[in-house]
Structures are given as C-alpha cells and as structure tokens.
C-alpha cells in the first residue's frame, strides 16, 4: 500500500483517529481537545484522509461510520525511511550519530538496548615485543660452542684460509 503524506493538521486529526480506531463524527467532536474545530472542517478533513487512503468509510442510515487503514506503526516506518532517504543519505549510522549529538538519545540508551541483541566480548590482544630494546637492555651472553657446532666453525676457517692463499 502507498502511503502519502499528510500535512501538519491532517496528521493532527489521525493522532486522535489512530487512539479511536473506528469512530463515527460525533465521537471526534466529543473526543477532540479545545479548541474544538467546526464540525465542517472534521468533516471535510475525514474526506480528504478518506481520499489519501488513510480512512475507509461505511455507510449507516444517513451517517458514515469511519475506521483506520494505515496503521501508526505503518506511518511511523514511512516517515522515518523518508527522513533517512532525504537527509541522512539511507545511513542509520549518519541517524544515530545526530541523535546522539543532539542529546535526542543517550549512550546509556544505546547500552541497554544493545546489551539485550548483542554481546561484545573484549579481544585479547598480545603486548607488543621491543627485540631491538630487549637486546640493548638485557644483551645475551654468548653460548660456548658445543661438539658440532665446533666442527662447523673449524671448516669455516680452513674455507677462509684456502681463500686467502
């Protein structure tokens, strides 16, 4: 179904038409707060909402018997898909960083919202090695050479020495 705006006093009169749900003209003139508005400008109002797709009408004797097609959830998601469309480029992140820095929402909002759908859990990250820092601080003592470690060295040196002559 589309849904098409509404203008400032027709949103108005469906807040009080979304609480009734189904309703007859009287109701509203009983319902509405002061000042109430003339019977005439309900009734050409329930003709234009009826026009929008917002209404539907039954017909009892002489009098229409009103009741809610759209839903206030329904026109809630429409609004707010078209405020993120027209200025938050389609990005829920851009949306919640402008109700965070306008105070509309608060972190702690956030937590307790999010600590119900997810769980962040903290990664373990290794300290970092300084080898290069390690080596100056604690430099290590050089190892005696062991039985094979002899034998390479003596044919490293007899390698140098046939090099040299």
Known sequence: MKINHLTAAEENFMKLFWKLNSFYLKDIMEQH???????????TYLKILVEKGY?????????????????????????????????????????LEFLCKEKLISQDDLKGYFDLKIEIKPTKTEEPKFEYAEEI???????????????KDKEKEKKKKKKKV
């Open 33 to 43: 707060p002061e000042p109430k508005p003339h019977q005439n400008t309900v009734s």
């Open 55 to 95: 209404l539907s009408t039954v017909k009892e004797g002489r009098i229409f018997k009103y009741s809610v097609l759209v839903p206030i959830e329904e026109y809630k998601t429409f609004l707010l898909r078209e405020l993120s469309h027209n200025f938050f480029n389609d990005s829920g992140k851009e949306i």
């Open 137 to 151: 601080l604690n430099p290590k003592k050089e190892k005696k050479s062991k039985g094979k470690d002899k034998e």
